[in-house]
């Protein structure tokens, strides 16, 4: 089923799984999970809406006694630019995150589909297969704004190899000198990840010509090197300059996320589809009818490389190798295509079933937990009914009670009640050179924060242990406590009251009294 260099014609046009109605209707699928969810069940999406409401209210609504607003550009805006965009169009803060966030998934399938056919002037009939990775781990996370980032990269991608077809290069290095800075203000990711694998399809469109590596590396990287200026904002000097720590690296993590690749609600069902992606990875291996076209083959090869060699933890920003995985992964499987049969006749009708089969059916597990997760988040925001109207509240979630393959996700859940209730928590983002807010309730340092938020029931550091949270922090500076994933009674201080609770959370009242800054002793 070969094509023509130009893609615009190939053996076996029009077999169903290349159609157009097809592809749409996949593209149209990839958001069913998130149809019905007021909020989309994602570990951060309780604190990103919290940030949204901040944002729109900067400086003039009731939450900037909270929190302050630093305007500047960053390389983390992606869906916060959207859902201000919408929210000055009249749409509510919730409502313009779920559409912006709904987008995702979509977006992500629509760029798999762009970047196939501009590499290979089809869609292989093995394509399907990574489709499910639009619910990557990432995503299940609430990274939303790398993932909005990681889908516009892969459309980019595909634009530049149609490009490749049809200008000069000069053209095409102005355009993404352009695009690039963009994608940064996007998520700094999504342009690293933009800049690697261009210069990986660069390589492998002069390897597929018969280029030697020697004459295609510098080349590759000279087309890219002009997309490479926002990295001179990055470490520029000043306030706004990407600050935190680095490092963690180990192969106990980079196993973890390889096995974790669909982790969503049932271990047995998630790694069966790891199973399947490592079962066709065989048969690649072993078939004469499969093989991986360098131009995508090459950057995924790369892409897998730097997952390998990435630290968990780099300036602030963590999860960075796992990020990694995913965008790795797809364009492996979007690399694979089937050679034709002997005859000249198309083949790979029995694969492209076999792929879309396994396509819907992750659709449908996705559909059914997140109905469920977000079911039990509404439960857990019943504790807002409780909880003083404009006031501040201390949240401790147990970081544990997430450890589990079918996490509830409720660590972030608490943001909510920043947009529902006006309310102050220490739940947000403060990195520098990565979020535009920062908390302005000195009062309640060190709590002020993520990730003063996140304990565990007992530990060697203190800073992370549930007791010693309910013993130091300020009385003047918080009206309650919120515990999640920890059962009515756990915050043992004379001073607390339960007011509400719900399975292994509650809500205590804070009884100030002489407004100690001290807590009374805890038994």
Same mark, same amino acid.
């Given at each position: ?22 592809? @749409?209707?996949?593209? /149209?699928?990839? %958001? =069913?999970? *998130? $149809?019905?969810? +007021? ?104 990274? @939303?704004?790398?993932? /909005?980032?990681? %889908? =516009?990269? *892969? $459309?980019?991608? +595909? ?114 589809? *790891? ?118 509240? *201390? ?129």
């Amino acid at each position: 089923m070969d094509c023509r260099q130009d893609g615009t014609t190939c053996q076996g046009a029009g077999l169903w799984w290349q159609s157009r109605s097809f592809l @749409v209707f996949c593209i /149209l699928v990839s %958001a =069913l999970p *998130l $149809l019905w969810p +007021a909020v989309a069940p994602l570990g951060d999406m309780g604190d990103h809406i919290g940030r949204y409401t901040i944002l729109a209210e900067a400086g003039r609504g009731p939450l900037s006694r909270y929190y302050a607003v630093h305007w500047a550009m960053v390389g983390n805006l992606g869906v916060d630019a959207v859902v201000l965009a919408l929210h000055a169009l009249g749409i509510g803060i919730e409502p313009a995150a779920k559409i912006a966030v709904l987008a995702i998934p979509p977006l992500t399938v629509a760029g798999m589909i762009a970047l196939a056919r501009a590499a290979h002037g089809r869609v292989p009939a093995s394509a399907m297969l990574a489709f499910p990775l639009a619910y990557c781990p990432a995503f299940q996370m609430g990274f @939303v704004n790398f993932c /909005l980032a990681q %889908a =516009l990269m *892969l $459309l980019a991608i +595909a634009l530049w190899l149609r490009l490749a077809r049809r200008q000069r290069p000069i053209w095409r290095v102005g355009a993404f000198a352009i695009v690039a800075p963009l994608l940064w203000l996007c998520h700094a990711l999504g342009w690293a990840l933009l800049i690697v694998y261009l210069f990986g399809i660069e390589l492998g469109r002069r390897i597929e010509r018969g280029q030697s590596w020697r004459r295609g590396v510098p080349r590759a990287a000279l087309m890219v090197a002009p997309m490479a200026l926002p990295a001179l904002w990055m470490f520029k000097p000043g306030g706004d300059r990407v600050a935190g720590d680095s490092g963690i690296w180990s192969i106990e993590n980079k196993l973890r996320w390889i096995l974790t690749l669909f982790q969503d609600r049932w271990m047995a069902w998630d790694l069966a589809a *790891l199973g399947v992606l490592i079962l066709f990875a065989y048969a690649v291996v072993r078939s004469r009818r499969l093989s991986v076209a360098p131009i995508l083959g090459v950057p995924a090869a790369i892409g897998v490389a730097i997952f390998f060699g990435l630290p968990y933890l780099f300036r602030g920003g963590a999860y960075l190798d796992m990020r990694m995985l995913a965008p790795a992964v797809m364009l492996t499987l979007l690399a694979v295509r089937v050679r034709p049969e002997p005859s000249g006749a198309p083949s790979g009708a029995g694969l492209a079933l076999v792929a879309t089969g396994f396509f819907l059916a992750r659709i449908i597990g996705t559909t059914l937990g997140y109905a469920q997760l977000a079911d039990a988040q509404e439960r857990e925001l019943q504790a807002l009914t409780v909880l003083p109207p404009g006031g501040k509240v *201390l949240v401790l979630a147990n970081v544990m009670s997430e450890g589990r393959w079918n996490s509830p996700r409720r660590l972030h859940v608490a943001g909510l009640a920043i947009t529902r209730a006006g309310m102050f928590t220490n739940t947000q983002w403060a990195v520098p050179g990565q979020q535009l807010v920062r908390p302005i309730v000195p009062d309640a340092a060190p709590f002020d924060r993520d990730p003063s938020a996140l304990v565990v029931a007992s530990a060697l550091d203190e800073a992370a242990d549930f007791d010693t949270a309910i013993g130091r922090f300020n009385r003047c500076a918080f009206d309650a406590v919120w515990t999640v994933g920890f059962p009515v009674g756990r915050a043992r201080s004379p001073d607390l009251i339960p007011i509400w609770a719900q399975g292994d959370s509650a809500v205590y009242r804070v009884r100030r009294g002489l407004c100690l800054s001290d807590a009374p002793s805890v038994r």
